[in-house]
């Protein structure tokens, strides 16, 4: 049996053509400053956050500035989005919580997969550094 080695926490935040973003990582152990003109989109990383805590689309539950359905394109626009967090947890094992866009015509707006293991671009870009699909 292992014992306890660290506390659970989150490693990394990335999101892939998310938030008008082609490409953000941030990890929350190390400094981090968001800068950018209004608009830029600095609070809409902050907000992603929301999937990984709450998760729950009703009404009311998690607070964008515009409506749910608006947020949720602004957040997956396309089936090449991608919002992954890595987490570590108590164990010292790496574990990625990933969203993953639909195609317009699916009722749902993502996927969501849990992978054991941590977080590495070669999932998630190809060689061109291009966004691939889940498929």
């Not at 941030?26 to 990383?45: M, V, W």
């Not at 949720?72 to 626009?77: D, G, H, V």
């Not at 195609?103 to 977080?119: C, H, L, M, Q, W």
Request: aromatic residues 10%; hydrophobic residues 35%.
């Amino acid at each position: 049996m292992r014992l306890r080695d660290q506390d659970p926490r989150l490693m990394r935040l990335v999101l892939i053509n998310s938030c008008e973003a082609d490409y953000v990582e941030i990890r929350p152990e190390q400094s981090t400053h968001l800068a950018g003109d209004n608009g830029d989109g600095k609070t809409a990383i902050l907000n992603s956050l929301q999937l990984l805590m709450i998760d729950d689309w009703a009404p009311g539950v998690m607070h964008f500035p515009r409506d749910n359905k608006t947020s949720a394109m602004f957040y997956f626009p396309s089936n090449t989005s991608h919002i992954v967090y890595e987490i570590r947890d108590q164990l010292n094992d790496h574990h990625l919580i990933w969203y993953v866009g639909r195609t317009a015509a699916s009722k749902e707006k993502y996927d969501r997969f849990v992978i054991n293991g941590p977080f590495s671009q070669d999932m998630f870009l190809d060689d061109e550094k291009q966004s691939r699909s889940k498929d």
